[in-house]
């Protein structure tokens, strides 16, 4: 498991400006974003599973103050590009289906890492709004199992203007167990709204198969 010590502080460290921002008025997002990754030995199909894709709003934006919904990625990897098919159903009976594409690259000896992602899905019922996601993920590994960095998040509906989006930039950290998950933390503030700042918590578990369909590893995963 994780040496407790250094991450402590760390997270320590990240979550200092919410006490101090605790002092002045603000609204508060939360997203909770468990995943599950599936890759296959001498394969490129990646398989990812969000089964519960949480976001806790204020009541003006939903009246119950959160948001649930259940994603599915089937995606095809080749050199350093992901392509992938991705459909995702919300509690509010929206289905979307689009396609996600992730360019990854590292440097410094794989000290510094980025994925930048592009997401565009098309509404399949009435309840459903066309839009996109901007997402660049930027982390430098300090540590075997820890990584810190910056998060940009954006997510747009395509019938609006772009400033009535919302785009969040802010710290992020990354703890990573080989033998079990991953966590990664982020806390972000929206570019075109105030006071509205975001927390991002996703738990990452990424297994491999072998052609036998047994594991042969748990690793972490690379992407937002």
Do not use: C
């Not at 402590?8 to 974003?33: C, N, T």
């Not at 806790?56 to 590009?81: C, H, I, S």
Request: charged share 25%.
């Amino acid at each position: 498991m994780w040496k407790i010590s250094g991450p402590v502080l760390i997270i320590a460290l990240f979550f200092a400006p919410v006490a101090i921002l605790g002092q002045e008025p603000l609204e508060m997002w939360v997203k909770l974003s468990p995943e599950i990754r599936f890759n296959f030995e001498g394969s490129p199909i990646e398989i990812r599973i969000r089964p519960d894709d949480h976001i806790f709003l204020p009541e003006k934006y939903v009246a119950t103050g959160n948001q649930a919904r259940a994603d599915l990625m089937v995606g095809f990897n080749f050199w350093k590009f992901k392509l992938f098919s991705y459909s995702k159903y919300d509690q509010s009976d929206a289905f979307w289906t689009g396609a996600r594409f992730d360019f990854n690259f590292s440097a410094f000896e794989k000290k510094l890492l980025f994925n930048i992602q592009e997401r565009y899905f098309w509404g399949l019922n009435d309840f459903s709004e066309d839009h996109y996601y901007l997402v660049q993920y930027i982390r430098y590994r300090f540590s075997n199992s820890g990584f810190v960095g910056v998060l940009s998040y954006g997510k747009w509906n395509t019938d609006r203007d772009f400033d009535t989006g919302y785009w969040f930039i802010g710290p992020s950290l990354e703890l990573v167990d080989k033998s079990e998950l991953s966590l990664h933390l982020a806390f972000t503030k929206d570019v075109f709204h105030e006071p509205v700042y975001m927390t991002f918590i996703r738990i990452g578990y990424r297994i491999n198969f072998k052609n036998n369909s047994k594991i042969i590893s748990i690793e972490e995963d690379e992407s937002f």
